[in-house]
Nanobody, 120 residues
Framework: QVQLVESGGGSVQSGGSLRLSCAAS????????MRWFRQAPGKERELVAA????????????TYADSVKGRFTISRDNAKNTVSLQMNSLKSDDTAVYYC?????????WGQGTQVTVSS
């Protein structure tokens, strides 16, 4: 079955950096787009970044929420079945639980989430 396991969360001061990782298993990783979402207390879950499948000569496309453009970078390692989110210049507004996600036409799959706390 599909499993997504996030790691790398923690506490950091404003302006600092963290790198989140998501280990994927149970599906042909290279063929699937991967996404990072986050959910802050009292707010809806929001898409942070997405990366396309690794299939195709052009390489995977990436998209970002406006709030993280220029600060966050999503990447994938298809040999290790992992997707990462490098987060730089962190702000207090980035405090949230971060979730790894993949999807098909029928289903969404989620990890358990990892907490990121940014203190000012």
């Amino acid at each position: 079955q599909v499993q997504l396991v996030e790691s790398g969360g923690g506490s950091v001061q404003s302006g600092g950096s963290l790198r989140l990782s998501c280990a994927a298993s149970g599906f042909p990783f290279s063929y699937y787009a991967m996404r990072w979402f986050r959910q802050a207390p009292g707010k809806e879950r929001e898409l942070v970044a997405a990366i396309g499948s690794a299939i195709g000569s052009a390489g995977p496309s990436t998209t970002y929420a406006d709030s993280v453009k220029g600060r966050f970078t999503i990447s994938r390692d298809n040999a290790k079945n992992t997707v990462s989110l490098q987060m730089n210049s962190l702000k207090s507004d980035d405090t949230a639980v971060y979730y790894c996600n993949t999807f098909t036409l029928r289903d969404n799959y989620w990890g358990q989430g990892t907490q990121v706390t940014v203190s000012s």
